[in-house]
């Protein structure tokens, strides 16, 4: 069953939590679904940028705090970059044991990053390594706080895309 599919044959109830749980901005949620049936995934993954791109920076904000703050705890950063033997060969090319320095990087990047945006680091991390998380973590602590949020919307956007994907 297709993403669309899935959202337009579940009651209005259901289908709001599965939009939630892909972005957490409650106006983008409730335009989402004022607008079922969606009837085909490019459809649906058309207005979900269409909506996205209207986003206020409130609305932003509101998506960001429905992200987990990962990189504040050390513990989980070392459970989330482990290496696992089961990984299917390539299927994260590159993906190696993040050493202790780039754990500690990432923990202590997050902490300054909300400190001066005011909001978690956010970023479509699909495919990527530690090392690489850290140096667009680093990257971005650089920027204007304007050009910051339009930069997390973004990625919030990807993020989001990828979650409706995932409803199939």
Same mark, same amino acid.
């Given at each position: 069953?297709?993403?669309?599919?899935?959202? #337009?044959?579940?009651?209005?109830?259901? @289908?709001? *939590? *599965?939009?939630?749980?892909?972005?957490?901005? +409650?106006? $983008?949620?409730?335009?989402?679904?004022?607008?079922?049936?969606? /009837?085909? &995934? @490019?459809?649906?993954?058309?207005?979900?940028?269409?909506? $996205?791109?209207?986003?206020?920076?409130? &609305?932003?904000?509101?998506a =960001?705090?429905?992200?987990? !703050?990962?990189?504040?705890?050390?513990d989980?950063?070392?459970?989330?970059?482990?290496?696992? +033997?089961s $990984?299917?060969? /390539?299927?994260?090319?590159?993906?190696?044991?993040? &050493?202790?320095?780039?754990?500690?990087?990432? !923990?202590? /990047? %997050?902490?300054?990053?909300?400190?001066?945006?005011?909001?978690i680091?956010?970023?479509? @991390?699909? /495919?990527?390594?530690? =090392?690489?998380?850290?140096?667009?973590?680093?990257?971005? *602590?650089? %920027?204007?706080? &304007? #050009?910051?949020?339009?930069?997390?919307?973004?990625?919030?956007?990807?993020?989001? !895309?990828? !979650? *409706?994907?995932?409803?199939?």
């Amino acid at each position: 069953m297709s993403s669309a599919a899935r959202l #337009d044959q579940t009651s209005p109830e259901d @289908a709001r *939590l *599965l939009l939630e749980r892909c972005c957490g901005a +409650s106006s $983008w949620v409730a335009a989402m679904l004022s607008r079922r049936p969606f /009837g085909s &995934d @490019a459809a649906l993954f058309a207005l979900a940028d269409e909506l $996205w791109l209207a986003a206020t920076p409130a &609305d932003v904000h509101e998506a =960001l705090e429905h992200h987990p !703050r990962i990189g504040t705890d050390l513990d989980e950063l070392r459970r989330r970059f482990a290496s696992t +033997s089961s $990984w299917a060969l /390539g299927e994260q090319a590159g993906a190696a044991l993040a &050493d202790e320095a780039t754990l500690l990087g990432l !923990r202590d /990047g %997050n902490v300054a990053y909300e400190a001066r945006f005011g909001h978690i680091f956010v970023v479509c @991390a699909t /495919g990527k390594t530690a =090392l690489e998380l850290l140096t667009i973590l680093e990257s971005r *602590l650089h %920027n204007a706080p &304007d #050009d910051e949020l339009k930069i997390a919307a973004s990625e919030q956007s990807q993020i989001t !895309r990828l !979650r *409706l994907e995932k409803l199939a």
